[in-house]
């Protein structure tokens, strides 16, 4: 089965430039908890059957709409001052003509009992020659952004770009291929064929990713299309009737024909590029001789602690990016040691 790992291929991008240039790269460092976590919102269930209530939020001074275009996400418009990159998110009482724009209007839950929503304009065709939204910001692919926001702020934007994209993805039911109309607020989608009428919920897909080590060593590979000098850890998705454990053994023989013991798991990490969620571990390897498969991967290879923590984090060697779980498992098996 082919493998999967978080996309890279944002790792050094026009924001990351500035933030760097201001020294704005440790104002977030990396959390006890993965980014894309940690939203502190009340995902309030019970009020998503009631689209009557959510029509009458848009009324009230403190609701906040939160822009979605095309699984993009708008951040303020500051490069002319240099600061670090900001969410836009629009009172409600303000943004008239942009909700009779919305694709859909997705409840996202309540953030101190204010009501948060995420708007998709995706029907927009320029959102930067539209006039009400090209004086709010940009709208930018989150791993631009992700590990200079605030965690919480960046799990929000998360969820409502993984939800945007169910939508878009699931607009025909997959039983009988009629269309499928968006209900309980964004959060459920029903057949509209009455002899079907079949619910469809957003879905996050398993992925395990696992730090492979012989206790001084861990292994790191890379894939041809990443950043130059990128590389991280090995990772795939689950199957069909095998457990978390049985995927990390299998997807590492598959890989690099390396056997392994000790399976434990680390930490999880939604990752909503597309809808995957990513499942850490950490393995020891029984066998370290590498026999790389070149349909997984580039190349491989075995590091030691001094290795890694002297990266030159440059085209000829890089560590995994700073919002990945990846990166969160290579600096835990470096504080281990």
């Not at 082919?2 to 990351?16: C, E, F, G, K, V």
């Not at 609701?63 to 996400?73: A, E, H, Q």
């Not at 600061?83 to 836009?88: F, K, T, Y």
Request: charge should be negative.
């Amino acid at each position: 089965m082919a493998s999967i790992q978080p996309d890279l291929r944002y790792h050094t991008l026009s924001w990351r430039t500035i933030a760097q240039n201001v020294g704005l790269c440790q104002l977030h460092p990396m959390p006890s908890r993965n980014f894309y976590t940690g939203s502190g919102l009340d995902r309030a269930e019970h009020l998503r059957d009631d689209a009557e209530w959510l029509l009458a939020q848009l009324t009230k001074p403190t609701t906040r709409l939160l822009p979605v275009w095309r699984t993009k996400n708008m951040i303020e418009s500051r490069s002319a001052t240099r600061e670090a990159p900001r969410p836009v998110w629009l009172p409600s009482l303000t943004a008239a003509s942009l909700i009779d724009l919305a694709e859909e209007m997705i409840f996202l839950g309540l953030r101190d009992g204010e009501v948060r929503i995420a708007l998709d304009l995706s029907t927009v065709d320029e959102p930067s020659e539209h006039p009400d939204l090209a004086p709010l910001g940009e709208f930018v692919d989150l791993r631009e952004v992700g590990p200079l926001l605030p965690q919480d702020e960046g799990s929000i934007l998360a969820y409502a770009r993984g939800l945007v994209h169910w939508h878009k993805t699931h607009a025909f039911c997959g039983l009988c291929g009629h269309p499928t109309k968006s209900t309980q607020n964004g959060h459920v989608r029903r057949c509209s064929n009455e002899a079907c009428g079949a619910s469809h919920f957003p879905r996050s897909d398993p992925a395990v990713i696992m730090l492979v080590h012989d206790g001084e060593r861990c292994l790191l590979g890379r894939q041809p299309f990443w950043p130059p000098g990128m590389h991280s850890v090995l990772a795939g998705f689950v199957e069909p009737g095998e457990s978390l454990e049985e995927a990390v053994i299998r997807e590492v023989y598959e890989e690099v024909r390396l056997s392994v013991d000790q399976v434990a798991y680390q930490s999880s990490q939604p990752w909503p590029f597309p809808s995957s969620i990513m499942l850490g571990f950490s393995a020891r390897a029984v066998s370290t001789e590498i026999e790389v498969d070149e349909r997984e991967l580039e190349s491989a290879q075995w590091y030691t602690r001094d290795e890694l923590r002297n990266s030159p984090e440059d085209e000829s060697f890089r560590l995994p990016r700073r919002d990945s779980i990846a990166r969160r498992l290579v600096e835990d098996w470096l504080n281990e040691g």
